[in-house]
T-cell receptor
């Protein structure tokens, strides 16, 4: 059974700070990794996808992947109150399975 | 506009009364899936479909049925709903099971 682990939080950061969200996964053959943002009562929305080791930047968001350590993270620079949400880490379907695995999410609170 | 739609958005029903939640996507995606989301348990996949007439079980398929007769539609059927199926349901689509998914707005189901 593949596992994706996230700290449930809440992670509280002041406005303008860097928020760092972390995720570990159990399946070494996983190839694709995703971060989704979910506001309360709303559907998950894709923020970032990353497929190779290293950093990938998109605006204020940076995804970091380390396959050797089975670790993926999301950095949010210049955090805004509108970033307050739950962030879901997801790992691709792999090993013949077509079922992606989601972590339970980290709640982020950005306070003014 | 590229989107995944679900209907109804809210549904309150009684134990044993058959219901169907519809899902439709306009992105010509081959892969569609259904999830349920419960507090503390995260997103769990119920069923997925790789293409028309091709469906398979996810992690929590008991008590649910699906069909994929057209590429754009993927209805979720609860033939005899029970209170433990009270949950928030999301339909999602993707060009491939290995890539990012696009989620519908969700259906909040209450079974009494």
């Amino acid at each position: 059974q593949k596992e994706v682990e996230q700290n449930s939080g809440p992670l509280s950061v002041p406005e303008g700070a860097i928020a760092s969200l972390n995720c570990t996964y159990s399946d070494r053959v996983s190839q694709s990794f995703f971060w989704y943002r979910q506001y309360s009562g709303k559907s998950p929305e894709l923020i970032m996808s990353i497929y190779s080791n290293g950093d990938k930047e998109d605006g204020r968001f940076t995804a970091q992947l380390n396959k050797a350590s089975q670790y993926v993270s999301l950095l949010i620079r210049d955090s805004q109150p509108s970033d307050s949400a739950t962030y879901l880490c997801a790992v691709d379907a792999s090993g013949g399975s077509y079922i992606p695995t989601f972590g339970r999410g980290t709640s982020l609170i950005v306070h003014p | 506009e590229a989107q995944v739609t679900q209907n109804p958005r809210y549904l309150i029903t009684v134990t044993g009364k058959k219901l169907t939640v519809t899902c439709s996507q306009n992105m010509n995606h081959e892969y569609m899936s259904w999830y349920r989301q419960d507090p503390g348990l995260g997103l769990r996949q119920i069923y997925y479909s790789m293409n028309v007439e091709v469906t398979d079980k996810g992690d929590v398929p008991e008590g649910y049925k699906v069909s994929r007769k057209e590429k754009r539609n993927f209805p979720l059927i609860l033939e005899s709903p029970s209170p433990n199926q009270t949950s928030l349901y999301f339909c999602a689509s993707s060009s491939d099971g290995y890539y990012e998914q696009y989620f519908g707005p969700g259906t909040r189901l209450t079974v009494t």
